[in-house]
């Protein structure tokens, strides 16, 4: 190996600081963020918002809602591996809301993933944590710990399904069979409940 397979002897041109006067024998300096240079005979420049680019973002549109919303496969894709890549897709999206949502997944067991997968099926993510937050409130919770991860949730956080969750503002109360959970000033107290 010489000089030339590690970049040159050390003291060349390119370890120079940018600083340094260039020389100007060298030519003018193109910047290369700005792509190749533009032949001016070309004619002007076309808007690329228009024409075949318009559709191809549309079949990129219609190729992501097949994905991930459960969409149509739009034509000219095979629907075999557009529905591998939708199945992939869905069970990631598992995986990042067992992330959020532990003790949920956990109660699910094996069927975690083919429960949230066709749940989730037609319904584009609205983000980990209100995908399982919507996941538990139409499938329900499995399991004392499940149900203790959701009460948690729901009176530390105010969430409609709909809108981002937000903080509570005020003291919340929410039982489960075992335990009781109360919000007050941003805090969570948690108390075994006495039958």
């Not at 919507?134 to 105010?158: M, Q, Y």
């Amino acid at each position: 190996m010489d000089d030339r397979d590690r970049g040159g002897p050390a003291g060349a041109p390119h370890d120079a600081p940018a600083d340094l006067p260039r020389d100007p024998a060298a030519g003018p300096v193109r910047d290369l963020t700005a792509g190749p240079p533009r032949d001016p005979a070309a004619g002007p420049v076309r808007d690329l918002a228009a024409g075949p680019s318009r559709g191809l973002a549309a079949g990129q549109e219609a190729l992501v809602a097949a994905l991930t919303a459960g969409a149509p496969v739009p034509a000219g894709f095979d629907t075999r591996l557009v529905g591998v890549a939708r199945a992939a897709l869905l069970r990631k999206r598992a995986g990042v809301v067992a992330r959020q949502w532990p003790m949920l997944a956990a109660g699910y067991g094996p069927e975690w993933i083919t429960a949230f997968a066709e749940w989730a099926a037609g319904r584009p993510t609205t983000g980990s944590l209100r995908d399982g937050w919507d996941f538990a409130r139409a499938r329900g919770v499995r399991g004392p710990a499940a149900e203790e991860e959701l009460a948690r949730r729901e009176v530390a956080w105010r969430y409609d399904g709909v809108g981002e969750p937000r903080p509570r503002r005020i003291p919340a109360v929410r039982r489960t069979p075992g335990m009781v959970f109360v919000q007050v000033g941003g805090r969570v107290f948690s108390r075994s409940r006495q039958l």
